[in-house]
Each structure stands twice: as C-alpha cells, then as structure tokens.
C-alpha cells in the first residue's frame, strides 16, 4: 500500500525532479512503479539535501530552514501553499531526523520516500555515516487537463483557433516551439505560406496607407510586397525533429515554475536549431533560424521544433505528424534529424539489449524519409545528425563536485550518476557509468548507428529534397570553447550532468552553419538583397 505521504509530497517535489520522467523512454518491460517511486526518492533526497544545506548557509534551525524553501516557491498552482502544508505534517520528523545528525538518504528510506524492493542494492546518494489524487481530479479542471495532456502528447499547440499547426500562446507547444500565427482566425495565414507579406508580418498602419497595406501592395508603385521581396529569393523553413539533447534544459526556471512546465521542463526558445531569443550565455552567436532569418527577412517565424523528451528513431513517427508544412503551397523547409541520445541511451540495469540496433534505425530512418518526401515541398533539403560519443561525460565530469555537492564535498557526478543508475531513472546509463567496458559499448553502437545514418545519405535519394548527414562531434565543440578559454565541463548542464548547455547548442548551430556554407551554400538559401528595403517597411516584423 502507498504511503499517504506522497500524496501531499508530490506537487512540491515537482520543481526538483532533475531527472523529468519524459527524459528518457519508457519501456515496457520496466515496471511503472519503480519507475515512479524511483523520481519520488530523488525528489525526496534534493528536498532535504537543500534544507540541511540552507541550515548550514544560514545558521538556521530546520524549521526555518524549511519555511525559507517554501517562500522560494510562486503562489501559482498551489505550490507554497502546498509546502507549507508538507512542512507542518511532516515537518518535526524531518527536525528530528536531521538534528540527529542523519543525511538526506537516511531521512528519506526512514519517511518511505525511498523504498528498497526485494533483490534490489540500497540506493542512496551520500556516503553511507504515486499520487492517487491531483489537482487535474477537480471536476471544472478535468477538460482543460486532459486537452494539455493532448497538446503535450501531440506534440501539437493548445491554443490553435483555426486548427493550422501555429498558435498565438507561447507554451504548450505554442510559438516557443514554432512560428508565432499571424492570425489565429485564418487557417490559410500562417509562417510559411506564401501569401501576401502584409498577412505574414504584423505592423503599424497608418491611416493614408490602410486600404494599400491591407491589399499587401507598395501605395507607391502599386507592386505587392510578396512580389517585390521575396519573388525569387528562395524563402524557406527550418524545422527540427530532435530529442531531449536538441533543446535546452530549463534546470535554471526554479522561479518560473508554471512556465517551465507548460514547456515540459525545455526552454525551445533558445535552440540553437530554432531559437528566436538572442543567447543568454553572452555568445554572440544565434540559432540557425535566426541566421536564416538575417540572410532573408522573408523566412521569418518561419520555424519549427518537433523535438520532445525521450524521443528517438522508434518513436518519432508517434508525433511526426504535428509537422505542418503544406506540399503545394509553402516554401520548401530545411529538416534537422538529431536523435542523437535515445537509440543508445536509456536507465536499465543492462542498457545494451535495449539499445537501437543497426537495422532496426535502418527501417525507422527509412520511413521517416519516406514521411518527409511525401510532405515536404519540392527543393526541401534535410540533414541527417549522427550520434555524438558520450564518453565526454564521465571523462569530465565524473570526480568533480555535482551542485549539491559543492557546499560539504560529498556527492560527485561518480556518485550521482550511481544513485541515477540504482534508482533505473538515469537518462544515459551506458554513458553515465563507471563501467569503462559499458562504456566502451554504448560508443561502439553509437558509431553504428551513426554509419547507418551516414550509408542512407549516400544512398537514397527522393523526389522532394535533397539528403545530407553530418557528424555530432561534441570534441570540435568542446576544442573551440577551449580556444575561448573555456573547459568541456562548463558545456553541459550541471543538474542533470547529460544533456548539453545553451553553449554548447550554440556552438553546435555555429559548426553547421559553418560546414553547411562550405560544402552545401544550396541549402541555405541566397541572401535577399532587399532585407533592407524589408526593415524599413516592416520594422521588426512584429517580432516572434
């Protein structure tokens, strides 16, 4: 029977699941409760980590201590009401607990938090010395649930008034993740489609101009923008079918909870594949969407970021059909493949028999080719990304200090990763090891599959777009950030320990825009000459 407990811990472990339950794949042969009970622990064991830490930052007792994590939290969805809650029932067996000196494992496997199954080793973080009801069960709040559960599902927006694929929200799958709706109303005005640049763009009219702008003519000559601009420039779209590792991991939204959420814990705002927001890691360079953007003003809003946790080449074909792009009508688009974590990457005890296999990728890849040509507009051109080697990790990270580790020296990413691996919650075990053999392994298949990938470029062709790969290589990454000054550790994202920054996403787009450039310019498209002439009429654009 479980525990009463987790009913009232769940909503305010939420924010501190380092590990998103989406992160990695769900198999079914990996019983759902473990799995479960497993991110429950972690929750648990970060919860009373950050507490015995803020006693000893502030020179607090516990009960203090407790109450000051609360008030971090945003009154939104309940979430300090509830703390508040968790602190005055379970509050005097955490005093007693951590005043006798014991660390947060102990507290947890005593509260039930953490649980040792039959046949199964003692998890635990430091050095040794499900919910039955939510608040989606509410009768008014059931429908508008089950319609995000969907959108999230979907991978499709929540708000989408004229049902074409774009919305005007920003989260849920809104234009976060594509191109905001020019006008939500009208299924046939969308990023992408075309028409007359006065519907794609929104802009200040002024009186002795409305009846011209709103035809979409110049009032001087009376030639339509669409023809004047973008006649001829080569306009296209980017969109990108991608993993957990292709988006930005939003560890940092402690704040902005709500927001993080509705976002599945991603900020896709700034991928370095699609994002529209300017880097805020101070890198002067942007997202390829963004370099499209510049190189031609008639591409604007026109992206899209089909990416989703735990996707990988056995499940894109799940949520590729959120895709929008109309074969007759649209520019033709520029498709990133980057499932470059998930075919080898999952938390078994043995990740080997689980990982993707040459054939398997074979076929899948295949038929998402086959999906594409027969959606794309002719001209398209898609660019299969092959796996990075992801010994970087433990090379760099595996004896320094993880966050919650810095403040007493006592947890490394060695032993962070063990706890991950105990628990079976872990997004990479093959990578994510002290097991050099396994290791070793994950690597050899991931050279496969990446071959795999490579073969197909080289020996497939289609109607609609033209067939590239290109290597991940995560050490060209890591060797310019060196000439920066930097060091390969500060590239990934210190919570999680796996999934690479927003630095290290930018250098990525930076590398493609380079190599694409050099050996294919074709799929970047000319630049417009009258972006200029855009600018002055358009201004912004009405921004994203």
């Not at 409305?210 to 980017?238: A, H, M, N, T, W």
Request: aromatic share 10%; net charge neutral; charged share 20%.
């Amino acid at each position: 029977m479980k525990s009463p407990r987790k009913v009232l811990m769940v909503a305010p472990l939420i924010f501190l699941l380092t590990v998103h339950t989406s992160a990695s794949p769900a198999y079914d042969d990996q019983p759902s409760t473990r799995h479960s009970d497993g991110h429950v622990c972690i929750g648990c064991v970060l919860v009373v980590s950050m507490i015995e830490q803020l006693v000893q930052v502030h020179n607090s007792t516990v009960q203090t201590s407790m109450e000051r994590l609360c008030s971090y939290l945003p009154e939104k969805l309940f979430l300090k009401t509830t703390c508040y809650v968790v602190v005055r029932m379970f509050g005097p067996d955490i005093i007693k607990l951590l005043e006798a000196k014991l660390n947060a494992d102990v507290v947890c496997h005593t509260l039930k938090f953490c649980k040792q199954d039959p046949g199964q080793p003692l998890c635990h973080l430091y050095p040794f010395p499900r919910s039955d009801s939510d608040i989606c069960s509410l009768p008014f709040l059931a429908k508008i649930c089950q319609k995000i559960k969907l959108a999230i599902e979907n991978s499709l927006p929540f708000k989408d008034t004229d049902s074409d694929k774009y919305s005007v929200f920003p989260t849920l799958r809104g234009y976060h993740w594509r191109g905001r709706d020019c006008n939500d109303n009208d299924k046939m005005v969308y990023p992408g489609l075309p028409v007359h640049i006065s519907h794609l763009y929104t802009f200040k009219i002024t009186a002795n101009l409305i009846i011209s702008l709103l035809k979409g003519v110049d009032p001087k000559d009376g030639i339509p923008y669409e023809k004047k601009f973008c006649e001829g420039s080569q306009p296209r779209g980017i969109i990108l079918l991608g993993d957990s590792m292709s988006l930005v991991s939003n560890f940092k939204s402690f704040f902005n909870l709500p927001a993080a959420l509705t976002d599945e814990l991603n900020w896709p705002q700034l991928s370095g594949a699609t994002g529209f927001l300017n880097s805020t890691s101070g890198l002067k360079e942007n997202s390829i969407y963004l370099r499209l953007r510049k190189r031609n003003r008639c591409n604007h809003r026109d992206y899209q970021n089909i990416s989703r946790n735990g996707a990988s080449s056995q499940n894109l074909e799940s949520f590729i059909e959120s895709l929008s792009r109309n074969q007759l009508l649209d520019h033709p688009a520029i498709v990133i493949y980057a499932m470059i974590g998930n075919d080898v990457c999952n938390g078994k005890t043995n990740p080997v028999p689980a990982m993707t296999t040459p054939e398997k990728l074979f076929s899948k890849v295949m038929q998402t080719l086959q999906y594409l040509d027969s959606h794309l507009p002719n001209g398209s051109h898609v660019i299969l990304f092959g796996l990075p080697d992801g010994t970087f990790l433990w090379d760099n990270l595996h004896n320094r200090y993880h966050p919650l580790g810095q403040l007493n020296k006592d947890v490394t990413y060695e032993h962070f990763y063990s706890f991950l691996n105990c628990l079976q919650v872990s997004p990479c075990h093959g990578w994510m090891s002290s097991n050099r053999t396994l290791r070793t392994l994950t690597s050899e298949r991931a050279e496969q599959l990446s071959s795999t990938l490579k073969r197909i470029a080289t020996s497939q062709k289609f109607a609609n777009f033209n067939l590239f790969y290109m290597d991940f290589d995560f050490r060209e990454i890591m060797e310019e950030w060196r000439k920066r000054g930097g060091q390969p550790w500060q590239l990934i994202e210190p919570v999680d320990g796996f999934h690479p920054n927003e630095v290290a996403l930018q250098l990525l787009a930076d590398g493609f825009w380079k190599k694409a450039q050099l050996q294919w310019p074709q799929v970047l498209g000319k630049e417009n000459p009258f972006n200029h002439q855009i600018e002055q009429v358009f201004g912004d654009q009405g921004g994203h």
